[in-house]
């Protein structure tokens, strides 16, 4: 225990500028933990994780790090066993010099230092982490394929050999110990993987689990053909899914809770041939926090400066654009928060939330009692809105009710499903909204795809070959090489050459030209033609451009921006 000194409260109180009364209830409440008091600061909303951890790390001269944003290296944390790792509250993180750095609630006891120093075989450096990050990261990290494949040879599977087990029998074996840890264990492998969705696939002799890592499905496990009932059936109860039904498709959604905090999870079935496939979204990450912030966005400034001149805006529609998985959502609540203050009212319309924010009032669609997006739509606008987030516009009803809103004093913010942002300005058109209606309310429309960003550690500069230069650059031969680069793989990246994604954009802003032009009906060549002499640039220009920092490939830019003139 971290003893709770009158000075590490005094720093709090000035930095949180805690008033007396809470302030006292929390200190009888840590019973002189200086971690727990931290720890009630955080929970009540008075500081951030970052600025209490910093607070208690100086108290013990030593560094905090956040555990939710550091990266591990596996063969480090393997070093140190399970047990160890438990009965000292610690987790090692990556090596550094000649000392690896480890993860400690107590980073001054020097008898654990040393115990951990002989697992290691090598000096530890001890930074300060809290306890249920530390115990997050232990779960996670310590999950294996093997581990999986261990829990499944303790699960009896002679009930589902024959494939008749009652609905009884079901029941039952769904909360069964065994089987709640084999769902929860591919649930953290996933999670150490930074997996952005599960696919549970049944085939003819095997179940296949597959994650999507980085945008690309990845095979991770091969279970018994045996286990796609119950597992399926364990997945579907958490998810408040009907688990005598097995013909139909469902739709629920899960909480997964880890020490350090709870992931919501989409969960999809579908009947299949060998039975039920299942896929899950993981809402969010335990080690990848959303960053709801436009200037951590990785969006050029030639394109964060106009969407940031047209969010202050009063009132129109701003469309964020791109295939499903691009980021929208994070990009959408970014954009709110750059706006949102005390003087104004912002209200979500979402199918699900996906991030629970406490200054927006956030309202999820069920449209089995009715509450589909154009019937919350009109309740919302009778509520004296500033700012309206509609989480897509799927039907002309909805696009008419978003559009008359914009006209009448309200800034919405929604997403299309649209290959470009020059598509978006004919797609109400095309839904039935009137050109009336639509021309005036659309002030600008973003669109944005995700592509694999390079990895920072095995990176290397290449030579162009001269046709790429030639397909997609003015480069003349004889010209200077402009630099690129490659990922050559390493232990850090899983041999792929890429950690992670990085936004590319295009953004439209509709001036007084284009909105002429969408009223004169001219077509698609013509508003892009009229954009692009007003200085607007495709989605490969910026693609390119971080390809030429080092930030991804060109390949991968070309991938990602593909349309069908590229096929034709």
Same mark, same amino acid.
């Given at each position: ?217 990845? *095979? =991770? +496990?091969?279970?018994?053909? &045996?286990?796609?009932? @119950? /597992?399926? %059936?364990?997945? $579907? ?57 436009? *200037? =951590? +966005?990785?969006?050029?400034? &030639?394109?964060?400066? @106009? /969407?940031? %001149?047209?969010? $202050? ?256």
């Amino acid at each position: 225990m971290i003893e709770l000194t009158s000075s590490l409260i005094e720093r709090f109180k000035e930095k949180a500028q805690l008033p007396p009364v809470p302030l006292q209830a929390i200190i009888k409440s840590a019973q002189n933990d200086a971690v727990e008091f931290a720890q009630l600061i955080i929970q009540e909303g008075y500081l951030d994780r970052d600025s209490a951890g910093e607070l208690v790390a100086a108290e013990l001269n030593r560094t905090y790090v956040n555990l939710s944003k550091s990266l591990f290296q596996q063969n480090i944390v393997s070093k140190l066993p399970l047990d160890a790792a438990q009965s000292h509250s610690a987790i090692p993180l990556y090596h550094f010099g000649d000392a690896i750095t480890v993860g400690m609630v107590s980073p001054n006891d020097q008898k654990a230092v040393k115990e951990l120093e002989g697992f290691l075989m090598t000096t530890v450096s001890p930074v300060f982490c809290f306890l249920d990050e530390i115990e997050s990261a232990i779960k996670v990290n310590y999950q294996t394929s093997q581990t999986v494949d261990d829990l499944i040879l303790d699960f009896d599977l002679k009930p589902f050999l024959s494939g008749q087990v009652s609905e009884t029998q079901l029941a039952e074996l769904v909360e069964s110990k065994p089987l709640v840890k084999i769902a929860d264990s591919i649930i953290l492998l996933a999670l150490k993987e930074r997996a952005s969705d599960i696919h549970i696939e049944p085939k003819k002799n095997e179940v296949v689990v597959r994650f999507r890592i980085d945008g690309s499905l990845v *095979d =991770k +496990l091969f279970l018994p053909e &045996e286990m796609a009932l @119950p /597992l399926a %059936s364990r997945y $579907k109860i958490s998810a408040e899914m009907d688990i005598t039904e097995r013909r139909k498709p469902q739709d629920g959604r899960l909480n997964f809770e880890l020490p350090m905090k709870t992931l919501d999870l989409r969960i999809s079935s579908l009947p299949t041939l060998y039975g039920e496939k299942i896929v899950m979204r993981i809402l969010g990450s335990l080690y990848t926090n959303a960053i709801l912030n436009l *200037d =951590k +966005l990785d969006i050029s400034p &030639e394109i964060l400066r @106009p /969407l940031k %001149s047209t969010l $202050k805006q009063p009132q129109g529609i701003l469309f964020v654009t791109g295939p499903t998985g691009s980021g929208k959502s994070t990009t959408l609540y970014a954009a709110l928060n750059f706006i949102s203050s005390p003087t104004i009212n912002i209200v979500t319309i979402e199918d699900p939330v996906e991030y629970d924010i406490p200054t927006f009032n956030q309202v999820m669609v069920n449209d089995k009692i009715g509450r589909s997006f154009q019937a919350i739509l009109r309740s919302v606008l009778r509520q004296d809105p500033d700012v309206v987030l509609v989480g897509e516009i799927r039907d002309t009803e909805t696009a008419r009710i978003a559009t008359q809103a914009a006209l009448t004093g309200h800034l919405v913010l929604t997403t299309l499903h649209t290959s470009d942002a020059i598509q978006a300005t004919t797609r109400l058109l095309e839904m039935g909204v009137e050109r009336f209606m639509v021309a005036p309310s659309i002030i600008g429309v973003l669109n944005q795809r995700l592509v694999k960003r390079l990895c920072e550690y095995c990176k290397v500069d290449i030579q162009p070959e001269e046709e790429t230069l030639r397909q997609y650059f003015f480069w003349e031969k004889g010209a200077p090489l402009p630099r690129l680069y490659k990922g050559e793989g390493c232990e850090r990246c899983g041999g792929t050459g890429y950690t992670g994604r990085i936004g590319i954009h295009e953004f439209l802003r509709i001036t007084p030209q284009i909105r002429e032009a969408i009223m004169a009906e001219k077509n698609y060549d013509d508003i892009l033609r009229l954009s692009i002499q007003q200085g607007f640039h495709t989605i490969r220009y910026d693609g390119f451009k971080k390809a030429l920092r080092g930030l991804t490939t060109i390949d991968e830019v070309v991938r990602a921006s593909a349309s069908e003139t590229d096929f034709a």
